[in-house]
């Protein structure tokens, strides 16, 4: 059964909100633990801070010695520093 983000983001709270064991949870909820586990992680990702979107910065100087990390669908994380922005961000967009 495909289930939607709105809806996989209610089970999560409610999974962290409780103190039911994982494959308890998916067994009660007829979810696949490995399924589950993805958006466990996928909740995870959107709930930790600092992501700046590149978009907001209004000069290069504003990221001046700052480091940047981007982390792409299929799981790799590229860092680097903020030297040359406009090459990041065509970089991105080549992608």
Request: proline share 3%; glycine share 4%.
């Amino acid at each position: 059964m495909r289930r939607n983000a709105t809806l996989m983001a209610d089970l999560v709270t409610q999974y962290h909100a409780g103190d039911i064991s994982l494959l308890s949870f998916c067994q009660l909820h007829n979810i696949n633990k490995h399924t589950f586990r993805y958006w466990l992680n996928k909740c995870r990702r959107k709930q930790e801070g600092d992501f700046i979107p590149l978009a907001t910065f209004a000069e290069p100087a504003d990221v001046q010695g700052k480091d940047i990390e981007l982390e792409f669908p299929n799981g790799v994380i590229l860092k680097t520093s903020a030297q040359n922005l406009s090459l990041i961000i065509s970089l991105i967009r080549s992608v």
